[in-house]
Structures are given as C-alpha cells and as structure tokens.
C-alpha cells in the first residue's frame, strides 16, 4: 500500500472515531449565468450543495467595533473537491462566508468562515 492510500485510509478512520466531535456542513455551490449569443438569452445554472463532515477547530469574535463571528473548520479535501465552486457554508443552520484558506493539501483543508451577527 503507497504512503497516500494508508494516509486516506487513516483519514477517514480519524473522522469516525472522533463522533459527535465533526459536524454536518453543507457545501452550497455559487450560482453561475452566461450569455448565449445564439439565442440572445441568459442561462443561469442552479447551485447545488455538498454535505461532508467538518471538524471546528476555532471559533472567535471579531472587534469590539465590528459585528462579526470568525470559525475554522477542518475537513476531508476529497469531501467537497475545489473550494472556488463554493459560495457559503452552512452549519447548524447558520450560514457562513469564506474567509482565507489556511491550509489546503491533497488530504485535509483547513479554511476561515465568517458571518455578520
């Protein structure tokens, strides 16, 4: 077995084992509109949504002077694929905006939400 296969095989075991610890986050994708030249008409692709298990690794308040809320989150990277599809993320019903990526690699991403209270 290569170095990469017994890295996803301990990935995913790491992921059951922790339980209640990894949440359910749902993945919604942006909605995308082009032009078709033919037609003279606008096409807009419905988005769609991606559920993967996530892990909160931090969760902050911003300044005093703003009202925002800050998270990291830790997942599989094979779980959701490119992150650029992805327009928010929701978790226990919350909706959350991308921030910056703060570690993203062949097996796990690490990624900074944030949302306006």
């Known amino acids: 077995m290569s170095y990469a296969g017994m890295l996803d095989k301990n990935l995913v075991k790491a992921f059951k084992l922790i339980k209640d610890l990894a949440v359910t986050a ?16 606008v096409i807009t692709t419905d988005s769609g949504t991606t559920s993967a298990k996530v892990v909160i690794i931090d969760s902050t308040k911003a300044a005093k002077d703003r009202n925002t809320q800050q998270l990291q989150i830790m997942f599989k990277a094979e779980d959701v694929g490119d ?14 905006k991308f921030g910056k990526h703060i570690k993203s690699d062949r097996f796990i991403s690490v990624i900074e939400l944030f949302r306006e209270k």
């Open 26 to 41: 749902v993945f919604v994708k942006k909605v995308s509109t082009s032009f078709d030249f033919e037609t003279g008409t």
């Open 83 to 96: 992150l650029v599809l992805y327009e928010t993320v929701t978790i226990d019903g919350v909706s959350w």
